[in-house]
T-cell receptor
Framework: DQQVKQNSPSLSVQEGRISILNCDYT??????FLWYKKYPAEGPTFLIS?????DKNEDGRFTVFLNKSAKHLSLHIVPSQPGDSAGYFC??????????FGTGTRLQVTL | NAGVTQTPKFQVLKTGQSMTLQCAQD?????MYWYRQDPGMGLRLIYY???????DKGEVPNGYNVSRLNKREFSLRLESAAPSQTSVYFC?????????????FGDGTRLSIL
C-alpha cells in the first residue's frame, strides 16, 4: 500500500513558465515533507523542505506548498530553466528515522 | 569534498553469487541508509543505521544484510543474488534529526543480476 503518490510520471514545461509538481499522501502522521532532485546517473540532492506546521516555504525560484486537509504537497518552480530538467521526488518523514519517497516525476523544460 | 562514496559503480552478477556494496561518508554523520530504486517505484529503504553499532530493517530488507563497520562505513551484502535484486542502490547519510536535516546521497551502484 503506497503511502506517497506522484501521479504524473512526466511533465513538460516551456522555459520561463511555471512548473508544478504534485504529491499526495495518506499518512497523516508525517511531520516533515521534502523534495529531492535527481539527475540521471547521480544520487538525489535535497532541494527544499517544509514542516507540517507550515503551509508554504520559499527558496529562490522554488516554493513548496502543503495542504494538510487535502494531504497534498506541491512544488512550484518559477521561472523554469533548462537546468531544472531532472527527476523530482517528494519524501516524507514521521516519528521514525526514515524517509518515505514518492515514485518521482520527470520534468523536461523545453526551449 | 567527497561526501558519500559508493563502490563499485557498476556490477553484473550471476544468480546465486554473493556481493558486498560499500559505502563510506566523510561528513561525520551518525545515521546511514541503504535504498534501492526501481522504475516506477521511487526509492525504497532496505536497511538503516541510526548510529554506530545499530541497524534496523526498512521497507524491503529480505535478501539483504548490512554491517555498520564504524561511523564512516555502512555495507550492504547480497548473500545469494536473485534477478529481482537487479536495481540501482543508493547509500545516504544524515546528521541530526531526519526531516529537519536533509540526507546526503551517493551516486549509486547499478547492479544487474543475470
Amino acid at each position: 500500500d503506497q503511502q506517497v503518490k506522484q501521479n504524473s510520471p512526466s511533465l513538460s514545461v516551456q522555459e520561463g513558465r511555471i512548473s508544478i509538481l504534485n504529491c499526495d499522501y495518506t499518512n497523516s502522521m508525517f511531520d516533515y515533507f521534502l523534495w529531492y532532485k535527481k539527475y540521471p546517473a547521480e544520487g538525489p540532492t535535497f532541494l527544499i523542505s517544509i514542516s507540517s506546521i507550515k503551509d508554504k516555504n520559499e527558496d529562490g525560484r522554488f516554493t513548496v506548498f502543503l495542504n494538510k486537509s487535502a494531504k497534498h504537497l506541491s512544488l512550484h518552480i518559477v521561472p523554469s530553466q533548462p537546468g531544472d530538467s531532472a527527476g523530482y521526488f517528494c519524501a516524507f518523514t514521521g516519528t521514525a528515522s526514515k524517509l518515505t519517497f514518492g515514485t518521482g516525476t520527470r520534468l523536461q523544460v523545453t526551449l | 569534498n567527497a561526501g558519500v562514496t559508493q563502490t563499485p559503480k557498476f556490477q553484473v552478477l550471476k544468480t546465486g553469487q554473493s556481493m558486498t556494496l560499500q559505502c563510506a561518508q566523510d561528513m561525520n554523520h551518525n545515521s546511514m541508509y541503504w535504498y534501492r530504486q526501481d522504475p516506477g517505484m521511487g526509492l525504497r529503504l532496505i536497511y538503516y543505521s541510526a548510529s554506530e553499532g545499530t541497524t534496523d530493517k526498512g521497507e524491503v530488507p529480505n535478501g539483504y544484510n548490512v554491517s555498520r563497520l564504524n561511523k564512516r562505513e555502512f555495507s550492504l551484502r547480497l548473500e545469494s543474488a536473485a534477478p529481482s535484486q537487479t536495481s540501482v542502490y543508493f547509500c545516504a547519510s544524515l546528521q541530526g534529526r531526519i526531516g529537519n536535516q536533509p540526507q546526503h546521497f551517493g551516486d549509486g551502484t547499478r547492479l544487474s543480476i543475470l
